[in-house]
C-alpha cells in the first residue's frame, strides 16, 4: 500500500462542518498552494529488538468478506488494484482525457474521468500526487480547473462531513430541512417499487439506471455524472 496523503489540505483546519463547496472553497485555495507539493518519500527502517520476526497472516479473501459482512462480492474483471496501476491510470488520464476533460468529462462514452476514485480510496495513490501531474500536464486551464475542483474542493468537502458530523452515516446527519422533505413526501405514492434483486440486477423501467447498474456490474465502477443521477 502506497499512501503520500490522504487529502490535500489538512482536515484539522477545519474544525467545523462546512455546508457547501461555497463555503470551504475559499478556505481550501487560500491555503492549498502551501501543501501541494512533492513528498520527499523518505525510507526509514525501525529497529526489532526482539529474536521472533512478525510474519504476515494468511488470509482467505473469502472469509475476511464474511468477517467484514460485505460477503458475496466477487472479483471484478478486467479492473486491477494497486499502486502500479493507480500511476497508468494517472498516466493515461494526463497524456488522453485530460485536455478534452472539459467538454467531454460528463459524456458517459467515450469516458474522459480519471478512473481512480478506488485507487483514492484505498490509499494507492494520493491526490497530491495526481494534482501535481495534472498542474504541469501543460493541458488547458479549462481542464485542470474543474479536475482540481472535484479532487480536491468536493472530496474533501466530503471528508469534512465524515470527519465533523457525527451522525454521517445516519439519516440524523441530513439537514433539518431535507428531514422535514423526507418526511412530507414519505407517503407519496410510489408508481414501481422494486425489490433489491431487481436493481441489482439492471430490471427497471429506466434504461439510464439499468445501463449504469450493468456498467457497475461489470466493470467495478459506474461513470461520475450517471453515480449522481
Known amino acids: 500500500m502506497c499512501v503520500d496523503s490522504d487529502v490535500v489540505v489538512p482536515t484539522s483546519l477545519f474544525p467545523r462542518e462546512e455546508y457547501a463547496a461555497r ?23 525501525l529497529p526489532w529488538s526482539r529474536s521472533d ?49 472539459a467538454t467531454e468529462r460528463n459524456q458517459p462514452t467515450p469516458s474522459m474521468t480519471s478512473e481512480l476514485s478506488a485507487h483514492l480510496h484505498f ?22 480547473d474543474p479536475y482540481l475542483e472535484e479532487l480536491i474542493v468536493r472530496r474533501e468537502l466530503a471528508i469534512n462531513f465524515v470527519a465533523r458530523n457525527p451522525d454521517y452515516d445516519r439519516i440524523e446527519g441530513c439537514p433539518a430541512w431535507a428531514r422535514a422533505s423526507l418526511k412530507k413526501h414519505e407517503t407519496d405514492p410510489r408508481p414501481v417499487l422494486y425489490a433489491p434483486q431487481a436493481l441489482e440486477r439492471s430490471q427497471t423501467h429506466d434504461p439510464f439506471w439499468n445501463a449504469a447498474q450493468t456498467e457497475m456490474v461489470l466493470t467495478g465502477r459506474m461513470h461520475n455524472y450517471l453515480r449522481m443521477y
Do not use: C
Not at 31 to 41: A, C, I
Open 53 to 101: 520476526v512478525p510474519r504476515g497472516e494468511r488470509l482467505d479473501p473469502a472469509v475476511l468478506l464474511e468477517r467484514l459482512g460485505v460477503g458475496g462480492v466477487g472479483e471484478v474483471k478486467g479492473y486491477r488494484g494497486g499502486p502500479i496501476e493507480a500511476r497508468r491510470r494517472l498516466a493515461r488520464f494526463v497524456n488522453e482525457r485530460l485536455p478534452r476533460y
Open 23 to 45: 463555503t470551504i472553497r475559499p478556505k481550501i485555495h487560500k491555503v492549498w498552494h502551501q501543501y501541494l507539493k512533492p513528498s520527499m518519500n523518505p525510507r526509514v527502517e
Open 123 to 144: 490509499g494507492q495513490i494520493g491526490p497530491v500526487t495526481i494534482a501535481l501531474r495534472v498542474l504541469e500536464s501543460g493541458a488547458p486551464r479549462e481542464s485542470i
